[in-house]
């Protein structure tokens, strides 16, 4: 706490502060008192709201490389998170969809301080890998964010829009190699269905999987791939740097971070498609540590430090916690299946 202002400084003050030089020394002391008294007690009561501590330590597992789509939602949540409970750290685990992180994270003891960003990828990764631990292994928080999908090709690609690449596949759906993140995922997901609706056969899209998104930035950026695919958050500052070129995006509606770029339902491609990202906790808490953990991130959710970031990154806004997000969560696992069978991943 810095020293107070001598009252030659007071017109700089708080009204507070002014009000209590005015009134003299007795009366200010008092005037603080009260004031300082009613501050712990709102810190008292905002503790009590979710029950941790202001300055306890949290952990928080991103699985997945420094850079992606759930490294960065850590990295907000850690800001986010600071007014709360103070220390957060954030830490990776890559690979192979999310699946490593979660093989480990289902080690830990059952500490409510431990969390895990998880999302749609991860679902997609469990049902191809075939991974023994999968989310009935972890206790659903909430879900935070959705985050749409863009088509991006070189520069100077010849490709110029949808329907240029649209006819590459139809001609040879093979010869159109399409980078993106871990198999299985909402990347390879979304070439599936693309060619799915165009008559392409999905089983035959030549897909280049990636542990994370710079590897398949670079791999387009190379040549080696025809176009990538990849979450708008990851690749927008490639874009605005001109060094990729949009040519369309997953959502129902032009997105305000890119009106230019046409969804694909505009381009005649009948496929619409969101990537979700939420937290888990171990398995094994409490109901009431399950409550405040909720109760925690849906107070953060609505933070101004929280919002701020939705705009910036060009998150939707999807907060959902509880039985609700269990309840979506069974349901992300039934359409996932489903689609990752249609198009012959699994």
């Given at each position: 706490?810095?020293?107070?202002?001598?009252?030659?400084?007071?017109?700089?003050?708080?009204p507070w502060r002014?009000?209590?030089?005015?009134?003299?020394?007795?009366?200010?002391?008092?005037?603080?008192?009260?004031?300082?008294?009613?501050?712990?007690?709102?810190?008292?009561?905002?503790?009590?709201?979710?029950?941790?501590?202001?300055?306890?330590?949290?952990?928080?597992?991103?699985?997945?490389?420094?850079?992606?789509?759930?490294?960065?939602?850590?990295?907000?949540?850690?800001?986010?998170?600071?007014?709360?409970?103070?220390?957060?750290?954030?830490?990776?685990?890559?690979?192979?969809?999310?699946?490593?992180?979660?093989?480990?994270?289902?080690?830990?003891?059952?500490?409510?301080?431990?969390?895990?960003?998880?999302?749609?990828?991860?679902?997609?990764?469990?049902?191809?890998?075939?991974?023994?631990?999968?989310?009935?292994?972890?206790?659903?928080?909430?879900?935070?964010?959705?985050?749409?999908?863009?088509?991006?090709?070189?520069?100077?690609?010849?490709?110029?829009?949808?329907?240029?690449?649209?006819?590459?596949?139809?001609?040879?759906?093979?010869?159109?190699?399409?980078?993106?993140?871990?198999?299985?995922?909402?990347?390879?997901?979304?070439?599936?269905?693309?060619?799915?609706?165009?008559?392409?056969?999905?089983?035959?899209?030549?897909?280049?999987?990636?542990?994370?998104?710079?590897?398949?930035?670079?791999?387009?950026?190379?040549?080696?791939?025809?176009?990538?695919?990849?979450?708008?958050?990851?690749?927008?500052?490639?874009?605005?740097?001109?060094?990729?070129?949009?040519?369309?995006?997953?959502?129902?509606?032009?997105?305000?971070?890119?009106?230019?770029?046409?969804?694909?339902?505009?381009?005649?491609?009948?496929?619409?498609?969101?990537?979700?990202?939420?937290?888990?906790?171990?398995?094994?808490?409490?109901?009431?540590?399950?409550?405040?953990?909720?109760?925690?991130?849906?107070?953060?959710?609505?933070?101004?430090?929280?919002?701020?970031?939705?705009?910036?990154?060009?998150?939707?806004?999807?907060?959902?916690?509880?039985?609700?997000?269990?309840?979506?969560?069974?349901?992300?696992r039934d359409r996932?299946?489903?689609?990752?069978?249609?198009?012959?991943?699994t």
């Amino acid at each position: 706490m810095t020293d107070p202002k001598p009252p030659s400084a007071d017109a700089e003050g708080p009204p507070w502060r002014r009000a209590a030089l005015r009134t003299g020394p007795f009366v200010a002391a008092a005037v603080v008192t009260v004031l300082l008294a009613g501050a712990a007690v709102a810190g008292a009561d905002d503790e009590e709201a979710h029950g941790f501590a202001q300055g306890e330590q949290f952990r928080l597992l991103a699985p997945a490389d420094p850079g992606g789509g759930w490294d960065q939602t850590a990295r907000e949540m850690q800001s986010a998170l600071r007014d709360q409970v103070g220390r957060v750290e954030v830490y990776n685990v890559g690979g192979a969809g999310g699946t490593i992180g979660l093989n480990q994270y289902a080690q830990l003891p059952a500490d409510p301080t431990e969390l895990m960003v998880t999302g749609l990828i991860m679902v997609g990764a469990i049902e191809t890998s075939g991974s023994a631990v999968t989310m009935d292994d972890v206790t659903p928080l909430v879900r935070l964010t959705t985050d749409y999908e863009i088509i991006v090709v070189p520069n100077d690609s010849p490709v110029q829009d949808t329907g240029d690449l649209v006819d590459l596949m139809r001609e040879d759906v093979g010869a159109v190699s399409i980078a993106g993140g871990s198999a299985g995922g909402v990347e390879q997901i979304l070439a599936g269905l693309v060619a799915q609706d165009i008559g392409a056969d999905p089983a035959e899209v030549n897909y280049i999987a990636h542990a994370g998104g710079g590897e398949a930035l670079a791999t387009v950026l190379s040549g080696r791939a025809t176009a990538a695919i990849s979450g708008v958050s990851e690749i927008l500052p490639q874009i605005e740097a001109g060094r990729l070129r949009p040519i369309a995006v997953s959502s129902t509606e032009r997105l305000p971070a890119l009106p230019d770029v046409p969804t694909l339902m505009e381009e005649g491609v009948d496929v619409e498609l969101s990537n979700w990202r939420g937290v888990v906790a171990p398995a094994g808490i409490t109901d009431e540590e399950e409550r405040r953990l909720e109760e925690l991130l849906m107070t953060m959710a609505e933070s101004p430090g929280w919002q701020e970031a939705l705009q910036r990154r060009g998150w939707e806004d999807a907060a959902l916690a509880g039985p609700e997000f269990e309840s979506f969560i069974a349901s992300e696992r039934d359409r996932t299946a489903e689609v990752l069978e249609q198009i012959g991943l699994t």
